[in-house]
């Protein structure tokens, strides 16, 4: 797939890796829609995006909500007169122990902490997948592509038994969207950054980010335009799919 015929939707385009996945592909001439529910966020990548060869349109829209994703694809499909690809990059943290001992009890996990990360990091995704991959079904697409933004803490991190848990999911759906979709033309695979300098590693404590620092063997953050990279190739390499790429510097959780 080249990419410059690209038509796409890249949700959580607002910042981060989504943000510089929807930046990338307007300048290497790809037309997509940017979707995430920070309004603000969206405008500032609208407005950097200005000049690109492609064109960046964008949405705001909530992954978990059924009835906004089968509208915003809908809506995609008209604004791009077509749509080949989906980039899932949407996620949040919300970490916390499963159980720690306080002085008098025993702090749990809080359900709704549970769910919101697997609301957006998994349900999130199926949602976008399906009405995507229905879509391309329906008009016959011939070449299709979905991406999911995994991360290497799926194989497991303490404090983040949700996060771990929703890219782990993931990437079993991303093997086995694979399977399904093949026969049909679209190829699913997926990218797993280590630590990547985003927001969403911002909002980490210090301690934190030391700790996991030091399972990476090349002893550095990564940059969001190196996961990108991830991307092109998969966009590029047609002979790709079933298969989650870790860029992480070695890190192993």
């Given at each position: 797939m080249?990419?410059?015929?690209?038509?796409?939707?890249?949700?959580?385009?607002?910042?981060?890796?989504?943000?510089e996945?929807?930046?990338?592909?307007?300048?290497?001439?790809?037309?997509?829609v940017?979707?995430?529910?920070?309004?603000?966020?969206?405008?500032?990548?609208?407005?950097?995006?200005?000049?690109a060869?492609?064109?960046?349109?964008?949405?705001?829209?909530?992954?978990?909500?059924?009835?906004e994703?089968?509208?915003?694809v809908?809506?995609?499909?008209?604004?791009?007169?077509g749509?080949?690809?989906?980039?899932?990059?949407?996620?949040?943290?919300?970490?916390?122990l499963?159980?720690?001992?306080?002085e008098?009890?025993?702090?749990?996990l809080?359900?709704?902490?549970?769910?919101?990360?697997i609301?957006t990091n998994?349900t999130?995704?199926?949602?976008?997948?399906?009405?995507?991959?229905?879509?391309?079904?329906?008009?016959?697409?011939?070449?299709?592509?979905?991406?999911?933004?995994?991360s290497?803490?799926?194989?497991?991190?303490?404090?983040?038994?949700?996060?771990?848990?929703?890219?782990?999911?993931?990437?079993?759906?991303?093997?086995?969207?694979?399977?399904?979709?093949?026969?049909?033309?679209?190829?699913?695979?997926g990218?797993?950054?280590?630590?990547?300098?985003?927001?969403?590693?911002?909002?980490?404590?210090p301690?934190?980010?030391?700790?996991?620092?030091?399972?990476?063997?090349?002893?550095?953050?990564?940059?969001?335009?190196?996961?990108?990279?991830?991307?092109?190739?998969?966009?590029?390499?047609?002979?790709?799919?079933?298969?989650?790429?870790?860029v992480?510097?070695?890190?192993?959780?």
């Amino acid at each position: 797939m080249k990419l410059g015929d690209v038509r796409a939707i890249v949700t959580g385009a607002a910042s981060g890796i989504g943000r510089e996945f929807a930046l990338q592909l307007a300048r290497s001439g790809a037309n997509l829609v940017a979707v995430d529910v920070d309004a603000d966020g969206l405008r500032s990548v609208s407005r950097e995006a200005e000049g690109a060869s492609g064109r960046l349109l964008t949405a705001q829209l909530d992954v978990t909500r059924e009835d906004e994703v089968k509208a915003g694809v809908e809506d995609a499909v008209a604004r791009l007169e077509g749509l080949d690809t989906l980039v899932n990059c949407a996620g949040i943290l919300r970490d916390g122990l499963l159980v720690a001992p306080e002085e008098e009890w025993v702090r749990k996990l809080p359900t709704a902490q549970w769910k919101a990360v697997i609301d957006t990091n998994l349900t999130g995704p199926y949602l976008m997948a399906r009405e995507v991959a229905a879509s391309m079904l329906r008009r016959r697409v011939r070449q299709g592509l979905i991406v999911n933004v995994s991360s290497v803490t799926s194989k497991g991190n303490p404090g983040q038994s949700n996060y771990s848990a929703s890219k782990a999911g993931l990437d079993a759906l991303t093997r086995t969207w694979a399977l399904e979709l093949a026969p049909h033309g679209i190829r699913v695979a997926g990218i797993a950054p280590g630590l990547t300098d985003t927001p969403m590693l911002a909002a980490m404590s210090p301690e934190q980010r030391e700790r996991l620092l030091e399972q990476v063997p090349l002893a550095r953050v990564g940059t969001t335009e190196e996961i990108w990279l991830a991307l092109e190739f998969i966009i590029r390499c047609d002979y790709v799919t079933a298969r989650v790429i870790d860029v992480d510097g070695g890190a192993t959780f």
